[in-house]
């Protein structure tokens, strides 16, 4: 079993839509779990993070952790055709010392929106 | 800022030639980090650097080597390129506190032929 499972899609949604993005993860030592966005032939930008279980908003995104579930969500609310890319979750896994952590990635779901 | 800063941003080799990928980063991070991205495999760690004059490796270190010359700086090197090291190649930095969220810089997309 992969320690995260992301559906690669594609995913397609007429303008307006509410997205749902999912993760599923096995690794019950996850802590801090993150959502990147990622466009054509760019580096992955960081969306939002969040620390254990619990929602976290910012603007049209929510972030959702369920751990006892080992499911993590991001939902994108009046979903434009900007929000099109690449949708990539990663959680903290290995302490790696000096404070930083190893990163554990979904594999990204395609989205795209249409006008 | 520029953030992470890469180059080059392409590049083609042929089999057995080597390069060095260069990184930069002027957010004072301590830590960086060498990914590749290959279809279907989502991001794979190479090699890291928690701080300055410490490296390790990641998940898929065989054909690389790095260096960390300076706390801005990164650098992966491809001794004897193979074409199973054709793809997209991100570099990584992070405060190394909290959350541990890792900031990417463009990519450079390796041709290997």
Avoid at chain 2, 15 to 26: E, I, N, Y
Avoid at chain 2, 79 to 88: I, K, L, N, R
Wanted: proline share 5%; net charge positive; hydrophobic share 30%.
């Amino acid at each position: 079993q992969k320690e995260v499972e992301q559906d690669p899609g594609p995913l397609s949604v007429p303008e307006g839509a509410i997205v749902s993005l999912n993760c599923t993860y096995s690794n019950s030592a996850f802590q801090y779990f993150m959502w990147y966005r990622q466009y054509s032939r760019k580096g992955p930008e960081l969306l939002m993070y969040t620390y254990s279980s619990g929602n976290k908003e910012d603007g049209r995104f929510t972030a959702q952790v369920d751990k006892s579930s080992k499911y993590i969500s991001l939902f994108i609310r009046d979903s434009q055709p900007s929000d099109s890319a690449t949708y990539l979750c990663a959680m903290s896994s290995t302490y790696s010392g000096a404070g930083s952590y190893q990163l554990t990635f979904g594999k990204g779901t395609k989205l795209s929106v249409i006008p | 800022n520029a953030g992470v800063t890469q180059t080059p941003k392409f590049q083609v080799l042929k089999t057995g030639q080597s390069m060095t990928l260069q990184c930069a980063q002027d957010m004072n991070h301590n830590s960086m980090y060498w990914y590749r991205q290959d279809p279907g495999m989502g991001l794979r760690l190479i090699y890291y650097s928690a701080s300055e004059g410490t490296t390790d490796k990641g998940e898929v270190p065989n054909g690389y080597n790095v260096s960390r010359l300076n706390k801005r700086e990164f650098s992966l090197r491809l001794e004897s390129a193979a074409p199973s090291q054709t793809s997209v190649y991100f570099c990584a930095s992070s405060e190394g506190v909290g959350a541990g969220t890792q900031y990417f810089g463009p990519g450079t997309r390796l041709l290997v032929l």
